[in-house]
């Protein structure tokens, strides 16, 4: 067993610090801060009861262990991998006065060459491919190994990096030195390259290594032939930065070139060509290349680039999670207040480093400290005051002041309240939303001609039928929601559909379509939601603005073209009452709730017994409606108002908002299949006699045709 891992197990058995027989070891294990990739951690909360950077050095050195290396290999194997991690380590103390001296803790790999460097008793300093490193005084085979052995320190996982377009080729010329100064034959610098990646990535994950294998034998190769590249082109390094988001289909050119067209100029960029970059994918990996490209102009544009080697991402990457429910999440609230924030910047004035304010409430900061002028910090900086009601939208996730923290947020913010603000249910939301295929379906009989709108399309369930079952009919979803849209986008790429999705307004379709080249309008489960969230002439719950999204429709549509909706309806007469029994615990409570959160109209009840009351019949379906849902979608569903005409003040609204020209072709209305059994032992509906009923109509399925 390697002499570090029976070092590991003594302090395991007793707890106690090698006195000095171990520096890296007793480094490591007084670490009183946890600095970590979060990228591939399961939970935060974990972090409190482990040392993640023991715990990753001890798989490390398991995996050397078990490999048939030769000794000399393997020693100075050994060496590098119990020195690499030391500058995450130290105690709070201790990593003051690291930096004091000078010493990069931020850049772990360089920050650790100089705590090898101070152990080892090295002076001077080298430059290799624009890096400094530490240098060791010449003379003898302790001399040699130990220089040898601070290189590999110095240039710790940058292979790694180099694949994820994180480093230039350069960095690695440190390496490639080893061989031009005869401290070791290619063969031998390829071997102990194998064996120190092969540890250093398998130690995060197997299957990673399994992944990359290939390519880093590759880049190994080159790197002992001394044949180092040239650098890369700025674009193909950020191709690399997104391979997640491009898996998750990105379609990364295309995106790029829209982006070119609005103004975004990548030239900017390739000042950074040199520059290594830390945290940067697991800091902006869920934002869209749209916002991690603005996030780049940003670093570039607000900061001299010369004299810079290193620029930061961490302190993102440590705000922009937290755990939910136990397990590592993005941080939604932060996540859309950024993208709101980058939204509000135009790329004109990014560019020309003039960034015009925007909520005060959020900043981001370009940060160099004075004991390290190469290392350049980027962060989004929130206000106090948006710091703590962010902590109160996490805390109140656990009770019923959700929705209030949710609506300052939103207040606070100027974000949208729209349904796709779903925060952690929005995957399922939008999954849900797909499973409503069998209802759907329907909607495709009505389907006339060869270019179809899906204003609001969700999770893109009915683009997907038309495209499927339409043969011919080119579907094109429009949605003002930028998330929805890029979800959209990605999904398309990921599974080569061919529809189209376009981000733009329902209530102004003509500005997006030329009028007369639609030829059907799709509202399905939409209109709702624009009544509910669109203030029109400043005021939300507006008829109005359903007026607006049908005239904007009816703007686009070709004769003989159609508008298919399928919505909530109200039930009439409208003085009909029911009787509710609410069968859970807390049912009665929900009621109140309910009826003072919903701004949508007065929700009115009798309260007639302990756990019953009498209700006018569309205020209880309502309030249903919502219940239905259960509390996480509460905060959405309860801002929503599903029927919003009876079936006679819908068909008179129709023929008034669209006049002759609009033939109402089909009107009907029927009770949607899932309430009926998501309700059964929830909440007993009667008549005012006591006698049990059915539900009446939720849905209402329309279809307008345009007259020629």
């Not at 136990?326 to 709101?340: A, L, T």
């Not at 160099?368 to 980027?378: A, C, G, Y």
């Not at 902590?391 to 929705?403: I, R, T």
Request: proline share 4%; charged share 25%; hydrophobic share 40%.
């Amino acid at each position: 067993m390697l002499k570090s891992l029976q070092a590991i197990e003594a302090y395991r058995e007793d707890g106690k610090l090698s006195g000095g027989s171990y520096p890296w070891l007793d480094y490591i294990v007084q670490a009183e801060e946890t600095i970590v990739n979060l990228e591939r951690v399961d939970s935060l909360q974990e972090l409190e009861y482990i040392n993640p950077v023991l715990e990753y050095v001890e798989r490390s050195l398991r995996l050397l262990d078990s490999l048939p290396l030769s000794y000399w290999i393997k020693e100075l194997a050994e060496e590098t991998l119990v020195w690499a991690e030391t500058a995450k380590g130290g105690t709070l103390r201790q990593r003051r006065l690291w930096q004091a001296e000078g010493i990069n803790i931020f850049v772990h790999n360089i920050g650790s060459a100089e705590l090898y460097l101070r152990h080892t008793g090295g002076t001077g300093m080298e430059v290799y491919g624009g890096q400094t490193f530490p240098a060791l005084e010449p003379g003898g085979t302790e001399a040699a190994k130990q220089e040898i052995v601070h290189r590999l320190i110095g240039t710790h996982g940058l292979i790694g990096q180099q694949i994820r377009g994180e480093v230039p080729p350069s960095v690695n010329r440190p390496l490639a030195a080893l061989v031009e100064e005869g401290l070791l034959t290619a063969d031998e610098l390829e071997r102990l390259l194998f064996a120190l990646n092969h540890c250093i990535i398998s130690a995060v994950s197997p299957e990673l290594w399994q992944a990359v294998r290939t390519e880093v034998m590759g880049l190994i190769a080159v790197i002992s032939s001394g044949d180092l590249h040239g650098g890369v082109p700025m674009k193909e390094r950020l191709r690399r930065m997104r391979a997640g988001a491009i898996a998750g289909g990105e379609d990364y050119d295309e995106e790029w070139s829209r982006l070119m067209e609005e103004g975004f100029n990548p030239g900017v960029l390739e000042p950074m060509q040199p520059i290594t970059f830390w945290y940067v994918e697991s800091a902006l990996q869920t934002f869209s290349l749209e916002q991690f490209l603005k996030v780049m102009a940003l670093t570039a544009c607000g900061s001299k680039l010369s004299g810079l080697n290193h620029i930061s991402y961490e302190a993102v990457m440590n705000s922009i999670y937290y755990d939910y429910k136990g397990v590592k999440k993005i941080n939604v609230y932060k996540k859309r207040i950024i993208e709101k924030y980058l939204s509000g910047l135009a790329w004109e004035d990014i560019l020309n480093g003039a960034t015009p304010p925007g909520n005060p409430h959020l900043v981001h900061r370009l940060r160099r400290e004075q004991h390290l002028p190469d290392t350049l910090f980027f962060n989004f900086e929130f206000s106090p005051a948006a710091e703590k009601l962010i902590e109160f939208c996490m805390e109140a996730e656990k009770s019923a002041l959700y929705e209030r923290a949710v609506l300052m947020l939103f207040d606070l913010f100027e974000l949208r309240r729209d349904a796709f603000d779903r925060f952690h249910n929005e995957d399922t939301y939008l999954s849900q939303m797909n499973e409503t295929a069998d209802y759907k379906a329907v909607i495709l009989e009505y389907v006339t001609g060869r270019k179809v709108l899906d204003i609001g399309p969700g999770g893109g369930v009915l683009l997907d039928l038309i495209e499927e079952r339409l043969p011919g009919v080119i579907p094109v979803g429009i949605d003002i929601s930028s998330n929805v849209v890029e979800a959209l986008r990605q999904r398309k790429q990921r599974e080569g559909r061919l529809w189209e999705v376009l981000q733009g307004d329902a209530l102004n379709l003509k500005d997006f379509v030329e009028p007369g080249t639609v030829d059907t309008v799709i509202f399905s489960s939409i209109l709702h939601e624009l009544y509910s969230y669109v203030p029109l002439n400043g005021t939300k719950f507006n008829h109005a603005t359903v007026a607006a999204a049908l005239v904007s429709s009816f703007e686009v549509l070709a004769d003989g073209g159609a508008i298919i909706i399928r919505d909530g309806i109200m039930t009439e007469p409208l003085d009909q009452r029911r009787r509710v029994r609410l069968l859970e615990e807390d049912g009665m409570a929900a009621l109140e709730r309910y009826a003072k959160d919903f701004a949508g109209r007065v929700i009115q009840y009798e309260r007639i017994g302990e756990q019953e009351v009498l209700m006018p019949v569309n205020d209880a379906m309502e309030f249903l409606y919502t219940y239905t849902w259960g509390e996480e979608a509460y905060i959405h569903e309860v801002q929503e108002q599903f029927g919003y005409f009876t079936p006679s003040q819908y068909k008179t609204f129709i023929q008034q908002t669209l006049g002759e020209r609009a033939k109402l072709e089909v009107f009907r209305h029927y009770l949607q299949e899932g309430y009926t059994d998501a309700l059964r032992g929830r909440v007993m509906v009667m008549d005012e006699r006591g006698q049990e009923v059915p539900l009446p109509d939720s849905t209402c399925f329309i279809v307008i045709r345009k007259k020629g």
